[in-house]
């Protein structure tokens, strides 16, 4: 049974092409996360969202951003993709206190 | 930004050895947790740690949460080809016990295993 899902698994772009990627889960989880994951690297956190308010790394890109139109869907929008922003995309989610759970991860290839 | 120190980095065993990894941290976590990637997917949860001291078991997996609350291990016993991948670990303190809910990872272990 997929609890954390991300569509699609895999994703090409071109440079500057604006890409959203989506995360859906049926855990009822109220904290969700993106991260950033590259080759041989831990997973960099991105944002998160705690229910329905935001919350911006320090280091996080502006042309990275995200929207939670509801409990099960996050979406992470990448505005005009650089070849640096190649990566695997992890979502997780929480229920507030708790352990996260990842879906499988988009790989962003930029072209 | 911070991070947990896990050792070893990489491991190259046989079929049917145990293996043992480990993190520690300069800071106390209130959860300490395992997970497992595969190439291309996402980690997946083995084991998570929630008190000083305890010590879980899945399977052949064994963890187990330091007594300082600055350290964990995880052994995997009669290793078998598909234990190959990448484990992280992972501390966490939640927001309601003072903490920032964020996780802390450590780099990695590549474990190899050769049948």
């Known amino acids: 049974d997929a609890m954390v899902i991300q569509n699609p698994r895999y994703q090409v772009t071109q440079f500057g092409k604006p890409v959203t990627l989506s995360c859906s889960q049926t855990?009822?989880?109220?904290?969700m996360y993106w991260y950033q994951q590259k080759s041989s690297q831990a997973p960099k956190l991105l944002f998160h969202y705690y229910d329905k308010d935001f919350n911006n790394e320090a280091d996080t890109p502006d042309n990275f951003q995200s929207r939670r139109p509801n409990t099960s869907f996050c979406f992470l929008d990448i505005r005009s993709p650089g070849l640096g922003d190649a990566a695997m995309y992890l979502c997780?989610?929480?229920?507030?206190?708790?352990?996260?759970?990842f879906g499988p991860g988009t790989r962003l290839t930029v072209l | 930004g911070q991070q947990l120190n896990q050792s070893p980095q990489s491991m190259f065993i046989q079929e049917g050895e145990d293996v043992s990894m480990n993190c520690t941290s300069s800071?106390?976590?209130?959860?300490w947790l395992w997970y497992k990637q595969d190439p291309g997917e996402g980690p997946v949860l083995l084991i998570a740690?929630?008190?000083?001291?305890e010590l879980t078991s899945n399977g052949r997996l064994t963890a187990q949460f330091g007594i300082t609350r600055k350290d964990s291990f995880l052994n995997i016993s009669a290793s078998i080809p598909s234990d190959v991948g990448i484990y992280f670990c992972a501390g966490f303190t939640p927001i309601s016990q003072g903490g920032s809910e964020k996780l802390v990872f450590g780099k990695g272990t590549k474990l190899t295993v050769n049948p």
């Open positions: 740690l929630y008190k000083a001291g």
């Open positions: 855990l009822n989880h109220n904290v």
């Open positions: 800071s106390i976590f209130n959860t």
């Open positions: 997780a989610t929480s229920r507030e206190g708790d352990t996260q759970y």
